[in-house]
């Protein structure tokens, strides 16, 4: 399906606007202002911050949780939400 | 099988024939009934299809463009406001090239408030990137409906169909309902279309830069979709020996005048056309089925030879006029001959336009050299 479209003539062109890239390729990073800052040390793991990014932008690997900054747009829930105090928010220096 | 039945009750047998997949709905005076019915249908399994109740018309079009996306096979009823409130949608759905089907129950815009038939509703959506047509009998409304499916289908655009509140929708006649059969023979399942597929994941509508190419892929198919409408209407005619054309005329051959409107004044104007003819005036009607596309060439063929035409318009643009009108006038742009059109408004809010106020009509064309501001009919002294 894919392959029969292109944007190179109108012929080419689907009859309306399909995009077969999923929101993964839609990388939001840059949008940021401030960056969070996650401190493993402090962690425990209760995964809220995960819970609680609308941007999918917390990941979990083997139990541990890191901020992905290809993604995050510096939202803030995550530090607001964390119990133990484990994220800060810094200004984005670009 | 011949049933009596009111035109709201053609609509639903009619879904009900197109095996409608998804139904989403609210209702609205005049319009409840036609998904009362259908939601009897599903409820009984004669229908099997998922009906939606929603808390607005705005979220019933959302809904059946969701499920259209999907590939289902939609239906929606509304009217007058609950058109209005999904007017955002509709841009939507035609946006996405989605074959949804939509009757349309005429009916006036509030305010002042008013439950009768008035044509502004359907008409204030003519930039919406529907098709529509207008019909003037139960059973047209029945046929329009099976054959609205067949275009919208080939065309990827959302067809609605417009019937007048009350004169139409609550008036029982006879509506010869076809075999199940002669309707699958016409009208199959859905084609296969580009869907929403779990295994291709897929974002439809997403944002564009082109823009103005997927404009003009929709101009293009409205343009095609006039061609399409044509040869439906004629395939149609081989299965249940009816068709209506793109335009429906009556005596037009040899017409010095041409009453033109749409919908269900078009019966009165020709019992008026047949007492003219009896007085020795050539008097013709042109009634206008499908407002978009707008069938330009087959409107300049009937008007060509008339030297008047006399536009009634069950509806109103403020600040300019009739809304037929205006697009007649347009389309004759391109004739050559002087054909001089004259404008009446009557019947708005669905006040009754007699066989009295057309007589006094074809009166005033013929007396007056040149057309001037439209003319209002039935309004107090």
């Known amino acids: 399906m894919k392959k029969k479209y292109s944007l190179k003539s109108l012929d080419t062109l689907p009859i309306t606007a399909i995009s077969f890239l999923t929101t993964e390729g839609n990388e939001t990073g840059e949008w940021r202002s401030q960056r969070p800052i996650l401190d493993p040390e402090k962690c425990n793991r209760c995964g809220l911050c995960w819970m609680y990014c609308p941007d999918n932008a917390v990941q979990e690997e083997g139990g541990l949780f890191h901020i992905s900054y290809t993604y995050c747009k510096g939202c803030g829930i995550c530090a607001k939400e964390c119990p133990k105090g484990a994220i800060v928010i810094e200004k984005e220096e670009r | 099988m011949k049933r009596v039945i009111s035109a709201n009750q053609a609509v639903s047998y009619a879904v009900l024939a197109a095996k409608a997949q998804v139904i989403a709905a609210y209702p609205i005076t005049p319009q409840s009934s036609i998904v009362e019915m259908l939601s009897g249908f599903c409820a009984t399994g004669a229908l099997h299809a998922k009906f939606i109740n929603v808390e607005s018309e705005h979220s019933a079009m959302a809904a059946c463009m969701s499920a259209s996306v999907a590939g289902a096979r939609t239906f929606t009823a509304t009217s007058s406001q609950g058109l209005a409130l999904m007017h955002e949608v509709l841009h939507y759905a035609s946006g996405l090239r989605l074959p949804i089907v939509m009757a349309n129950v005429n009916r006036a815009l509030a305010s002042p408030f008013n439950l009768k038939a008035d044509l502004t509703d359907s008409l204030s959506q003519r930039d919406t990137g529907w098709l529509q047509f207008y019909c003037e009998s139960g059973q047209e409304v029945f046929d329009t409906i099976i054959q609205a499916y067949k275009i919208a289908e080939q065309i990827q655009l959302p067809v609605m169909v417009n019937l007048e509140g009350f004169i139409l929708s609550h008036t029982y006649e006879i509506v010869d309902i076809p075999e199940q059969s002669q309707v699958d023979l016409f009208l199959p399942s859905c084609p296969p279309r580009e869907c929403l597929d779990i295994d291709n994941p897929s974002m439809f509508g997403s944002t564009t830069d082109y823009y103005i190419n997927f404009r003009y892929k929709m101009h293009e198919d409205m343009e095609r979709a006039k061609g399409v409408c044509g040869e439906t209407d004629a395939e149609f005619k081989k299965i249940f020996g009816r068709d209506y054309g793109l335009v429906n005329t009556y005596l037009c051959e040899d017409a010095d005048l041409i009453l033109a409107t749409a919908g269900t004044i078009a019966g009165t104007c020709r019992v008026v056309a047949d007492r003219a003819r009896a007085r ?72 009754d336009v007699t066989d009295k106020d057309i007589e006094k009509i074809i009166e005033q064309t013929l007396n007056t050299p040149n057309p001037g501001d439209s003319t209002w009919i039935g309004l107090l002294k």
């Not at chain 2, 407002?291 to 063929?301: D, G, L, S, T, Y």
């Open chain 2, 280 to 351: 020795g005036l050539k008097v013709g009607v042109l009634r206008i089925r499908m407002a978009r596309p707008f069938p330009v060439k087959q409107i300049c063929e009937r008007l060509r030879t008339a030297k008047k035409v006399a536009v009634i318009d069950r509806d109103f643009s403020p600040g300019c006029g009739g809304i037929f009108a205006q697009e007649v006038k347009a389309a004759l742009q391109g004739l050559a001959s002087h054909v001089l059109v004259y404008e009446f408004i009557a019947g708005l809010g669905g006040k």
